[in-house]
């Protein structure tokens, strides 16, 4: 099973390889729109469910054409997504052999952890009945997934009693030569072609009812006790004929296709039955569950169950911290102290990175360029990549912005370290720099019994920043610090720095510690500077406390200096 900060790492690689957008925004939500796909962070135990969701909306986003999703009918809809997740699935496969053992191991968990999540039962609306019994072949035939076996024969059964073996074999002429199915196009070809299976045979059942003869209607008379009592006893003689002539076989009889009509039931109410079945499928108003949903649904169930309290923190829009009061300020501080700073952050933040090939005495690929050289005695005939020092660092800023940050200049000491901080790290080359101010805005809000912390991500604007006029509501530092890793994480350079900038208490400690356990899981170096005080300074793995921002580059060295005794 994976932990949270594995599933940033795998879902964050799978995207890069995919060119594919994965957002996880740390509450109960899992969604796509057809280029982005944003996840939950679920627990270690359901990690599985998030991983399949994953490796589904990722074959979705890069190969299916969302604009050719049919919209016609409920049932139109829910062959489409059906046949188009069978050929998604074989067609990442083909791509990454890997992800087909995925997908069993996905379908066995689902298995045991939803047993009925694949079962088609009699009682079924028809519309479930031939979308289930599709699902379950089209799995184990084409995909070989023969963990379904027994519920796809089941299925088998049901199909039959609900359609008739005749609507079967013909649905099947169809859909087992899927291998021909390439494209959404493809999809959509073989969905028409079902649907006018079906419109074929209600007509074709129609026909077969009896219909009345007036004449003979109007010529009958009521039926005397004595002509019934013949009738049924000729019936009943009919019927231990057959039982008695197919005593071997008849062990199963309700089984096999098409006996059902021996008994009880006659063709007209063989028809009968299948009419009103495939109406009922065609005038269908529900969609059925694609795996898809499913495991969406699963996903935000786990989620709900387990995070009902947590508080969650999203992104706050711009136009809301300018309403609540942010103005534009200018990154400036003293000349002195920025030169300062800068010089010394230069050499701290460098990330060890391969430098361009070059010719050596030894390695695995021959310099072709010096080939020539040989007859003059020239050893360095390999190419080489030696490993060099540049910085390569992603450098994100988190500001407390609680009430308590008002206490003895606080604020303005706070304001003073983070403008000299983006003005000093600005200057040095190669730093990928950001800020996040949280909470953005005060009182906060519940949304699906969660807490949601507004969180202000700052972008610059030539060289002028937002900022708040003044400092407002609790510390929620574990859901600002589970955003800015995830947004950190996203990222391309070798290094990643969260520089926490706080005064106070956090709302919970213990969140706030896993919090950053989890982003020191994903390699990022998580260092504090305190404002005058740290309530629980053993929770950070560095830090440094700044009384006056004319030692910042002092503190700020030393704070930095201390990330060399770990390899990034």
């Given at each position: 099973?994976?932990?949270?900060?594995?599933?940033?790492?795998?879902?964050?690689?799978?995207?890069?390889?995919?060119?594919?957008?994965?957002?996880?925004?740390?509450?109960?939500?899992?969604?796509?729109?057809g280029?982005?796909?944003?996840?939950?962070?679920?627990?270690?135990?359901?990690?599985?469910?998030?991983?399949?969701?994953?490796?589904h909306?990722?074959?979705?986003?890069?190969?299916?054409?969302?604009?050719?999703?049919?919209?016609?009918?409920?049932l139109?809809?829910?062959?489409?997504?059906?046949?188009?997740?069978?050929?998604?699935?074989?067609?990442?496969s083909?791509?990454?052999?890997?992800?087909?053992?995925?997908?069993?191991?996905?379908?066995?968990?689902?298995?045991?952890?939803?047993?009925g999540?694949?079962?088609?039962?009699?009682?079924?609306?028809?519309?479930?009945?031939?979308?289930?019994?599709?699902?379950?072949?089209?799995?184990?035939?084409?995909?070989?997934?023969?963990?379904?076996?027994?519920?796809?024969?089941k299925?088998?059964?049901?199909f039959?009693?609900?359609?008739?073996?005749?609507?079967?074999?013909?649905?099947l002429?169809?859909?087992?030569?899927?291998?021909?199915?390439?494209?959404?196009?493809?999809?959509?070809?073989?969905?028409?072609?079902?649907l006018?299976?079906?419109?074929k045979?209600?007509?074709?059942?129609?026909?077969?009812?009896p219909?009345?003869?007036?004449?003979?209607?109007?010529?009958s008379?009521?039926?005397?006790?004595?002509?019934?009592?013949?009738?049924?006893?000729?019936?009943?003689?009919?019927?231990?004929?057959?039982?008695?002539?197919?005593?071997?076989n008849?062990?199963?009889?309700?089984?096999?296709?098409?006996n059902?009509?021996?008994?009880?039931?006659?063709?007209?109410?063989?028809a009968?039955?299948?009419?009103?079945?495939?109406?009922?499928?065609?005038?269908?108003?529900e969609?059925?569950?694609?795996?898809?949903?499913?495991?969406?649904?699963?996903?935000?169930e786990?989620?709900?169950?387990?995070?009902i309290?947590?508080?969650?923190?999203?992104?706050?829009?711009e136009?809301?911290?300018?309403?609540f009061?942010?103005?534009?300020?200018?990154?400036?501080?003293?000349?002195?102290l920025?030169?300062?700073l800068?010089?010394?952050?230069?050499?701290?933040?460098?990330?060890?990175v391969?430098?361009?090939?070059?010719p050596?005495?030894?390695?695995?690929?021959?310099?072709?360029?010096?080939?020539?050289?040989?007859r003059?005695?020239?050893?360095?005939?390999?190419?080489?990549?030696?490993?060099?020092?540049q910085v390569?660092?992603?450098?994100?800023?988190?500001?407390?912005?609680?009430?308590?940050?008002?206490?003895?200049y606080?604020?303005?000491?706070?304001?003073?370290?983070?403008l000299?901080?983006?003005?000093?790290?600005?200057?040095?080359?190669?730093?990928?720099?950001?800020?996040s101010?949280?909470?953005?805005?005060?009182?906060?809000?519940?949304?699906?019994?969660s807490?949601?912390?507004?969180?202000?991500?700052?972008?610059?604007q030539?060289?002028?920043?937002?900022?708040?006029?003044?400092?407002?509501?609790?510390?929620?530092?574990?859901?600002a610090?589970?955003?800015?890793?995830?947004r950190?994480?996203?990222?391309?350079?070798?290094?990643?720095?969260?520089l926490?900038?706080?005064d106070?208490?956090?709302?919970?400690r213990?969140?706030a510690?896993?919090?950053i356990?989890?982003?020191?899981?994903?390699?990022?170096?998580?260092?504090?500077?305190?404002?005058?005080?740290?309530?629980?300074?053993?929770?950070?793995?560095?830090?440094?406390?700044?009384k006056d921002?004319k030692?910042?580059?002092h503190?700020?060295?030393n704070?930095?200096?201390?990330?060399?005794?770990?390899q990034?």
């Amino acid at each position: 099973m994976l932990s949270p900060p594995q599933m940033i790492s795998l879902a964050t690689t799978l995207a890069r390889k995919n060119k594919v957008d994965v957002k996880f925004d740390n509450s109960s939500t899992a969604a796509t729109d057809g280029k982005t796909i944003i996840l939950p962070l679920t627990s270690k135990e359901n990690s599985w469910i998030v991983r399949g969701y994953l490796d589904h909306e990722i074959g979705h986003v890069r190969l299916t054409d969302f604009g050719t999703i049919p919209k016609k009918t409920a049932l139109h809809k829910s062959l489409w997504n059906i046949l188009e997740d069978i050929r998604i699935e074989q067609r990442m496969s083909e791509l990454y052999p890997g992800m087909a053992t995925n997908h069993l191991k996905l379908i066995t968990e689902l298995l045991t952890a939803e047993p009925g999540i694949f079962e088609v039962k009699p009682g079924d609306h028809p519309a479930g009945i031939i979308c289930g019994y599709l699902v379950l072949l089209l799995r184990t035939q084409h995909l070989k997934q023969t963990v379904l076996n027994d519920l796809e024969q089941k299925a088998d059964q049901v199909f039959q009693s609900a359609f008739g073996s005749e609507l079967q074999k013909d649905m099947l002429d169809i859909v087992l030569p899927y291998s021909r199915v390439q494209s959404p196009e493809d999809v959509s070809e073989m969905v028409e072609d079902l649907l006018q299976l079906l419109s074929k045979h209600l007509q074709k059942q129609k026909e077969r009812q009896p219909k009345p003869d007036s004449s003979e209607q109007k010529d009958s008379k009521p039926e005397s006790e004595s002509d019934r009592s013949g009738t049924q006893d000729s019936t009943n003689s009919e019927k231990r004929y057959i039982d008695s002539s197919n005593s071997e076989n008849t062990e199963n009889l309700d089984d096999q296709p098409g006996n059902s009509e021996l008994y009880s039931e006659g063709p007209a109410s063989r028809a009968t039955d299948t009419i009103q079945a495939i109406k009922e499928a065609l005038n269908s108003t529900e969609e059925q569950q694609d795996i898809g949903t499913q495991l969406k649904n699963l996903a935000l169930e786990k989620e709900s169950q387990e995070r009902i309290s947590r508080a969650v923190a999203i992104p706050a829009k711009e136009k809301v911290i300018r309403d609540f009061g942010y103005t534009p300020q200018e990154i400036k501080a003293p000349s002195k102290l920025v030169s300062k700073l800068s010089a010394n952050l230069r050499g701290l933040l460098q990330a060890q990175v391969l430098d361009h090939s070059r010719p050596g005495l030894s390695g695995n690929r021959i310099a072709r360029n010096q080939v020539h050289k040989i007859r003059t005695g020239e050893p360095r005939l390999f190419l080489r990549r030696s490993p060099v020092k540049q910085v390569n660092t992603a450098v994100h800023i988190l500001l407390d912005n609680s009430s308590s940050m008002r206490n003895y200049y606080r604020f303005e000491i706070a304001k003073n370290t983070t403008l000299a901080l983006l003005r000093s790290l600005s200057y040095v080359r190669g730093i990928n720099l950001a800020l996040s101010i949280f909470p953005a805005v005060y009182p906060y809000h519940l949304s699906g019994g969660s807490e949601t912390v507004p969180v202000a991500e700052i972008r610059r604007q030539g060289n002028k920043i937002l900022y708040p006029a003044k400092p407002k509501g609790s510390t929620p530092l574990a859901p600002a610090v589970r955003l800015a890793a995830s947004r950190l994480w996203e990222l391309t350079e070798s290094r990643k720095i969260l520089l926490i900038i706080t005064d106070g208490e956090p709302d919970s400690r213990v969140e706030a510690e896993i919090a950053i356990k989890e982003a020191i899981d994903l390699a990022i170096e998580v260092v504090c500077l305190g404002i005058e005080d740290v309530a629980y300074p053993e929770i950070f793995p560095i830090y440094e406390i700044v009384k006056d921002v004319k030692g910042l580059p002092h503190k700020a060295f030393n704070l930095f200096e201390q990330l060399l005794t770990t390899q990034p």
